[in-house]
């Protein structure tokens, strides 16, 4: 569980004895952007000049009585937010006939919030300028002023399902596996879900053709009950005809095909056409993705499909900087290209300084900058080749190190949540520790297993994710043949109707074996715990053996244990209390003489683009003269 001595780009880190909360900024832009009038940083609007309201032609003001005739709270927030009159409140519409269209539509918005809450026997009644809705002429004329408008609701009594048909290809079905269930709430929005998943499980069986003919609800209002009947027809099981392309301009339509792994004769999907949508969104050169279906079958009886595609910017830049008086400043860029070749071929290139502002001279600084190519579909469609050329100059607590990465590798997917990668990896290292001065020459051979689950990468809620890896070895300074193995896995679940309580966990352990003594072995290649991104409370690389002088050397083997509840407070904001525990061995097994635990209590703010992270953490068995807490900032939770 190793990381880097530095942030990473977009994130943050502050130890203890820091005064400073440090900030971090991160911005990518396409090199043929168009000129920006707002920055948006962690969902805050920055800079934005203001726009002039549009003129409203012959304005006309009112106030609003709005009595929603209920103390259910789940009911009158329902019904005030589907009131326009309600949330426009204050701002005048465009003469008076403007303001009788609004309060009709307002009418029957608020019906629908009825009927969604299972209210059928609602009446909603709106008077402007006391005339009822209903009384007021084709072409109105209110006094001059603000016009009153009152909009008086009697929400009647709950209804419930009485009886339940399915028809159609749709009969035989259990109507509770649609939430259909006899005396139940029987809100409108259960009926048309159930409506469409019917369909859905239809088209799942191979029948793409699949539809609903009647979806009806029949209410009576001497039982306050509902009858629902929903009739489906399946049509024919089909297979996958011809796949055309649309929409490509750089991109080989050969290759989106290809990439998609979508082929004439394949049974019909839905999941199957999600997943090649997906999938060919996540090669980055697309800004948009959709899969058509035609409408009617062809002539042999299969379903012709078209991949319309758009194609976004394919060069892209970034920088980013990040500020601490422990660190001092630091700056970061890089460079990109998506489609290099014509089959979304990326090319990127990066680098960073870092500890600027310490005192320290310009040879003592932190540097990196590396290359990476990455080329999908090199080796069948569900491949992708990659390579990188990585330089660094680091400073650590437990060693300063020049190196020089040259990495190649194949990662291969064998099912839709299950990954094979491996690859070659040759690595010079120039490093300063414990042990003194030493160079290592040193080739890998790395292979790594992945089963992921998770329902989303940055903040999964559900699932799992599984890893096993290893690193056989060989260094040739000291003619040292050694090998890593690691292996960890995180699991997730969610509790509550909304998911506002996220239990996770994660378990992990690695092993070095080979290699007489500990300096045979780089000390960037041995076990350290301690940081963001392991055991929380402590510094980067503090939990490690140490030797009398107590340095870190780093060791060969570790394990390490994670808890925490993810509490959402609102839909944008949450707390996490948190436990981290781990140990470091100077042994191939761990003896669990030195365990070292952490503990805090994290927030979260929810962006498009994950969550915003902020941990505070207090080591529970300080190192003597070691931090008192640290605070960690990043995006995306801490795994």
Excluded: C
């Excluded at 992990?508 to 290649?525: E, K």
């Amino acid at each position: 569980m190793r990381q880097r001595n530095r942030p990473r780009w977009g994130s943050a880190y502050l130890r203890a004895g820091t005064s400073l909360v440090i900030a971090s900024v991160l911005v990518a832009l396409p090199l043929a952007a168009t000129p920006a009038y707002a920055i948006k940083i962690f969902g805050l609007t920055l800079f934005e000049s203001k726009e002039e309201e549009p003129e409203v032609i012959d304005p006309v003001n009112y106030t609003l009585t709005l009595d929603t005739g209920t103390e259910d709270t789940e009911l009158k927030d329902a019904i005030e937010a589907s009131s326009l009159l309600k949330q426009d409140e204050g701002k005048p519409v465009s003469g008076d006939l403007g303001l009788v269209i609004k309060a009709r539509d307002d009418r029957d918005r608020i019906l629908a919030a009825l009927y969604e809450k299972a209210r059928y026997g609602g009446v909603v009644e709106v008077r402007i300028a006391g005339t009822p809705l209903e009384a007021l002429p084709p072409i109105p004329d209110f006094p001059a002023g603000k016009v009153p408008v009152r909009v008086t609701v009697r929400p009647g009594p709950v209804f419930t399902f009485n009886k339940v048909t399915l028809a159609g290809d749709a009969a035989g079905r259990n109507p509770a596996d649609y939430g259909l269930v006899r005396g139940a709430r029987a809100d409108s929005t259960i009926i048309i879900k159930a409506g469409e998943q019917v369909v859905a499980d239809l088209k799942a069986e191979g029948r793409p053709l699949a539809k609903l003919v009647d979806r009806s609800a029949t209410a009576d209002h001497k039982t306050n009950t509902v009858d629902v009947v929903i009739r489906a027809e399946g049509g024919p099981v089909a297979d996958v005809g011809d796949v055309a392309v649309t929409g490509t301009k750089n991109v080989d339509p050969g290759f989106v095909k290809y990439y998609s792994r979508i082929n004439a004769g394949q049974p019909y999907s839905p999941e199957r056409l999600a997943k090649a949508a997906d999938r060919l969104r996540q090669l980055g050169v697309f800004s948009s993705v959709t899969i058509r279906e035609a409408n009617q079958l062809a002539p042999n009886g299969t379903l012709p499909l078209t991949i319309e595609v758009s194609e976004g910017k394919q060069r892209y830049f970034g920088a980013g900087a990040q500020l601490s008086t422990i660190d001092g400043f630091g700056l970061q860029g890089y460079w990109g290209h998506r489609n290099l070749f014509g089959r979304a071929e990326s090319l990127r290139i990066e680098g960073a300084i870092n500890g600027i502002g310490q005192g320290n001279g310009v040879n003592e600084l932190d540097y990196s900058a590396g290359f990476i190519f990455a080329k999908p579909g090199a080796f069948g469609p569900a491949s992708t080749f990659t390579a990188s050329l990585k330089a660094a100059v680091t400073d650590t607590d437990a060693y300063d190190a020049k190196t020089l990465t040259l990495a190649a590798g194949a990662s291969f997917e064998l099912t839709d949540i299950d990954t094979l990668s491996f690859g070659t990896e040759g690595a010079w290292m120039d490093v300063d520790d414990a042990f003194g001065h030493n160079t290592y020459l040193t080739a890998a051979l790395p292979i790594e297993y992945v089963r992921d689950t998770r329902d989303d990468k940055l903040n999964p809620m559900r699932g799992y994710r599984a890893m096993i890896n290893a690193k056989p070895s060989y260094e040739f300074v000291g003619g040292t043949v050694f090998s890593s193995f690691e292996s960890a896995v995180s699991s997730y679940r969610a509790f509550g109707a909304e998911d506002r309580l996220i239990l996770a966990g994660r378990l992990g352990a690695g092993t070095l074996v080979g290699g007489d003594r500990l300096v045979d072995i780089p000390a960037p290649r041995r076990f350290y715990l301690g940081g963001g991104g392991t055991v929380r409370g402590y510094a980067f690389q503090d939990i490690s053996p140490r030797n009398d002088d107590g340095k870190p050397l780093g060791g060969r083997s570790y394990v390490l244990a994670s808890a925490e509840a993810r509490v959402g407070v609102t839909e944008k904001i949450g707390i996490v209390p948190f436990l981290d525990v781990g140990t470091v061995g100077r042994d191939e097994l761990p003896d669990f003489n030195d365990i070292r635990a952490g503990a805090g209590l994290g927030f979260r703010y929810a962006t498009p683009f994950g969550p915003i992270r902020v941990d505070v953490a207090v080591p529970l068995n300080p190192y003597p003269g070691g931090d008192s807490f640290g605070i960690y900032a990043g995006i995306g939770q801490a795994f």
